[in-house]
Nanobody, 114 residues
Framework: QVQLVESGGGLVQPGGSLRLSCTAS????????MGWYRQGPGKEREMVAI??????LRYADSVKGRFTISRDTSKNVWLRMNNLKPEDTAVYYC?????????WGQGTQVTVSS
């Protein structure tokens, strides 16, 4: 079992920046795919960014060039979000996946509004 805890959400104006953090309860990141997902009001959960054990990266088209996912080799993964837009408003979830195992954090709210 892996527990994930997100932090760093909040209210930001359009064009602003936030950095989300996710910390695992134990060292897993050297073998797990780590990802950030989000679920906006009335929408389905969607992939935002994923980083693999070999640091391979994948981004949703809507965030390319604005968001950056990174990780250390222990327990932490981050999502740097720049030039935020109102449509980025959502609950952001951290995910750790290894084969059939998939773990989720509780989510952190990001609201982009003037």
């Amino acid at each position: 079992q892996v527990q994930l805890v997100e932090s760093g959400g909040g209210l930001v104006q359009p064009g602003g920046s936030l950095r989300l953090s996710c910390t695992a309860s134990r060292t897993v990141f050297n073998s797990y795919f780590m990802g950030w997902y989000r679920q906006g009001p009335g929408k389905e959960r969607e992939m935002v960014a994923i980083i693999g054990p070999g640091a391979t990266l994948r981004y949703a088209d809507s965030v390319k060039g604005r968001f950056t996912i990174s990780r250390d080799t222990s327990k932490n993964v981050w999502l740097r979000m720049n030039n935020l837009k109102p449509e980025d408003t959502a609950v952001y979830y951290c995910n750790a996946k290894y084969g059939a195992q998939s773990y989720w954090g509780q989510g952190t709210q990001v609201t982009v509004s003037s």
